[in-house]
């Protein structure tokens, strides 16, 4: 007979606990899962019935954690935290010449840099195993969360992230964003204003990606309402070829400008300055990781000889 620890923890049914409590939706916590609705109904009341005590609520249509359920979340993070801890601990006594290392870059991002590090890093590490994956925000930090990348490469401050406390940042540089144009107005201006960055239409990132809502929150703050978006595109040289071709605005990064501009638009820092930092994100210790210790020091020694971006410009 299994005990009452072998039924809350067995197959994948704190899995399902945890997708449920981040949807609340039956329907669409079975779709992520692969799984019909009834079968997850039928594992989450099993679990109530283990536990003995209601873990969701309803009203009207919308779904509610109980004070068990959030009882029961609170103690499945600790779970999960306890085991990724005990994972890291296990690797850190691995070689740093063997193994796998799972980075999650950005999609904003353009990774070319990052591409040619990663033929360098294998032709004087051949053992080590680079698995890098370009990823949204929300899917950076969920796999993050869930131990299943090693490194994230990402623009901060980030404040859609409100629990810093189990990771740590490396930064790799401090960048501008720059306003990108085709009016003659503005040629000689080294720096404009927000306000004066609304004459025209914009081609910017899809909403809920980093920069968009960096550009949203500084116009925000200066009570100046947002830019108005024709197109969005996830990648850089998308939104430059765009603004290029259809006399849009938009807004870059200064690495990105520096390496792929060329006097093809006009450029000017705003005021105020929207500035920000390209950055790893990762797990509190894995930096002690015998393999990712050695990533990270092989890399600033890479930037070290020819900075970022010397050698985005290189790279493309």
């Given amino acids: ?18 997708q449920l409590a981040e949807t609340m ?3 669409q916590a079975a779709q992520i899962l692969g799984i019909t609705q009834p079968a997850l109904t039928q594992q989450i009341k099993k679990l109530e019935r283990t536990v003995g005590a209601p873990l969701f609520y309803s009203v009207g249509k919308k779904l509610h954690l109980s004070d068990a359920g959030y009882t029961m979340l609170d103690a499945t993070h600790q779970i999960y935290e306890t085991l990724n801890q005990a994972a890291d601990e296990i690797q850190q006594s691995t070689s740093a010449t063997q193994g796998t290392i799972n980075i999650g ?15 360098r890093y294998y032709q004087e590490n051949s053992g080590i195993k680079l698995s890098i994956h370009m990823l949204t925000r929300k899917e950076i930090w969920e796999r993050l969360e869930n131990n299943t990348i090693d490194l994230a490469v990402m623009y901060l401050p980030d404040d859609s992230i409100k629990n810093w406390k189990p990771y740590e940042t490396k930064k790799i540089l401090t960048e501008d964003l720059l306003f990108l144009h085709n009016n003659e107005r503005l040629q000689k201006r080294k720096r404009v204003r927000l306000k004066d960055t609304l004459s025209n239409k914009w081609v910017t990132y899809p909403p809920q990606y980093y920069l968009n809502d ?19 595109f996830a990648k850089p040289e998308q939104l430059f070829e765009f603004a290029k071709k259809t006399g849009t605005y938009t807004a ?12 093809q638009l006009g450029i000017a820092l705003f005021e ?27 890399f600033d020694r890479y930037i070290s000889q020819e900075d970022y971006v010397a050698r985005l410009k290189e790279s493309l």
């Fill in 1 to 18: 007979m299994k005990t009452q620890q072998e039924n809350i923890f067995s197959s994948k049914t704190l899995t399902y606990f945890l």
């Fill in 25 to 27: 939706s039956y329907t």
């Fill in 105 to 119: 870059i950005l999609a904003s991002i353009e990774d070319s840099v990052f591409t040619e590090f990663a033929v």
């Fill in 214 to 232: 960096t550009i949203r929150e500084a116009y925000k703050n200066s009570m100046v309402d947002s830019p108005s978006s024709v197109a969005h």
């Fill in 252 to 263: 870059l990064p200064t690495s990105f400008v520096a390496a792929h501009n060329h006097g």
């Fill in 272 to 298: 105020p300055e929207i500035k920000f930092d390209l950055a790893f994100v990762f797990r509190r210790g894995k930096d002690q990781i015998p393999r990712i210790d050695s990533f990270l020091k092989n």
